[in-house]
């Protein structure tokens, strides 16, 4: 059953699809690793250097831990509320936009489906960013549908990611 867009965004529909479809076959772990690679590169895009925000670190590490059994899904829950406090508290809806995409990426340890609402948050951070071109969208979708099929079929070692 496909998912439903929680937030409105502009979108490439096909794309998303495409990638919604492989998220429902797709373990929650892999989701995790997937939505925390997809928080990176939107940070990085708007330039959040989330090497130097404590919350972000503390949320990435926690999922990360979790993924590997040494965290409760408890402290997941409480690093991707910390994450959304900041992005409460964003003067930039830029900013405010690329920050949830981090909380959704965190949260993904506690319920998969953050995975999708972070995908989502990702395309609307890109709209903002270049009103809502489309091209711009659908480049941000076929990355994304690259990356979970990298995941799913094991082909990146994320010990090498930034």
């Known amino acids: 059953m496909p998912?439903?867009?929680?937030?409105?965004?502009?979108?490439?529909?096909?794309?998303?699809?495409?990638?919604?479809?492989?998220y429902e076959k797709t373990n929650q772990i892999d989701l995790a690793k997937w939505s925390l690679l997809i928080a990176k590169h939107i940070l990085d895009i708007?330039?959040?250097?989330?090497?130097?925000i404590d919350e972000i670190i503390d949320g990435f590490k926690v999922n990360e831990l979790w993924q590997i059994?040494?965290?409760?899904?408890?402290?997941?829950r409480q690093?991707?509320?910390k994450i959304h406090k900041i992005a409460r508290e964003s003067n930039s809806e830029?900013?405010?936009?690329?920050?949830?995409?981090?909380?959704?990426?965190?949260?993904?340890?506690?319920?998969g489906e953050h995975a999708m609402v972070a995908s989502?948050?990702?395309?609307?951070?890109?709209?903002?960013?270049?009103?809502?071109d489309f091209k711009?969208?659908?480049?941000?979708?076929?990355?994304?549908?690259k990356e979970l099929r990298k995941?799913?079929?094991?082909?990146?070692?994320?010990d090498d990611m930034p």
């Open 136 to 145: 711009a969208v659908t480049l941000e979708r076929e990355w994304q549908l």
């Open 46 to 52: 708007v330039n959040i250097d989330y090497h130097l």
């Open 69 to 76: 059994g040494e965290a409760r899904m408890y402290d997941v």
């Open 94 to 111: 830029i900013k405010k936009t690329a920050l949830r995409v981090a909380g959704q990426a965190v949260g993904s340890g506690h319920m």
């Open 151 to 158: 995941i799913v079929n094991g082909k990146i070692n994320l």
């Open 3 to 22: 998912t439903r867009v929680k937030i409105k965004i502009f979108d490439n529909n096909k794309l998303r699809q495409e990638i919604d479809e492989l």
């Open 120 to 132: 989502d948050y990702a395309i609307k951070t890109i709209g903002l960013i270049t009103s809502n």
């Open 79 to 81: 690093a991707g509320f």
